[in-house]
């Protein structure tokens, strides 16, 4: 069975740009969810969209934002990068909503360096 | 709002050794979950252990064990004749689920195990 899929895994942008990260979930899988991972702050809370529905939204600005496909792929955006947003994004796929399951299952992640 | 501490940001034991991992937490709902995640050097979470909040028996599997206390709101995960390889970023977190209905990671603790 195929894990979770983050791309692209690495990308360097510099401030004032927009990128966009894509998440397959394991097939089967309806949740996805997104954390940015930073050495200061840990694991914080993006998003998470079940069935292409946002359940529930982190305490970011609204330059981040995402999506989820019918095929429940996600994709997560950030626009006008700052520097503060260089980061690890992991995204989550499970079964049920995260937080009735718990039991997530993380890709990689795709570590984004803003210059 | 719920709340998540791993006061230690990062512990170094010699091989063969007990460690305990501490996890305190902060909620106002009666009904939640509690998780906790390993991050090895490679980067991918993973899934360790769910425990829900009507349900405080401590749990074994193998050489971890957890110990579940509503009385001090702790969630503390022991590591029993430790070994290189449980070297890794332990993350505890918790889920509300009758009100942000999202799961928060604490910061995590960065365990050494020395050979």
């Known amino acids: 069975k195929a894990g979770v899929t983050q791309t692209p895994r690495y990308l360097i942008k510099t401030r004032g740009q927009q990128v966009t990260l894509s998440c397959s979930p394991i097939?089967?899988?309806?949740?996805v969810s997104w954390y940015q991972q930073t050495p200061g702050q840990g694991l914080q809370f993006l998003f998470e969209?079940?069935?292409?529905?946002?359940?529930n939204k982190g305490n970011f600005p609204g330059r981040f934002s995402g999506r989820q496909f019918s095929n429940s792929r996600s994709e997560m955006n950030v626009s006008t990068l700052e520097l503060g947003d260089s980061a690890l994004y992991l995204c989550?796929?499970?079964?049920?909503?995260?937080?009735?399951?718990?039991?997530?299952?993380f890709g990689e992640g795709s570590r984004l360096t803003v210059l | 709002a719920q709340k998540v501490t791993q006061a230690q940001t990062e512990i170094s034991v010699v091989e063969k050794e007990d460690v305990t991992l501490d996890c305190v937490y902060e909620?106002?709902?009666?009904?939640?979950?509690l998780f906790w995640y390993k991050q090895p050097p490679s980067g991918e979470l993973v899934f360790l252990i769910r425990r829900n909040s009507f349900d405080e028996q401590n749990e074994i599997s193998g050489r971890y064990s957890w110990n579940f206390q509503k009385s001090t709101s702790s969630f503390n995960f022991t590591i029993t004749a430790s070994q290189v390889v449980d070297s890794a970023v332990y993350f505890c977190a918790l889920s509300e689920l009758n009100r942000d209905d999202k799961i928060i990671f604490g910061k995590g603790t960065r365990l050494h195990i020395l050979p």
């Open positions: 097939s089967g899988h309806r949740s």
């Open positions: 989550a796929s499970s079964v049920l909503p995260a937080a009735n399951t718990g039991e997530l299952f």
């Open positions: 969209y079940f069935s292409e529905t946002q359940r």
């Open positions: 909620t106002r709902d009666t009904t939640y979950y």
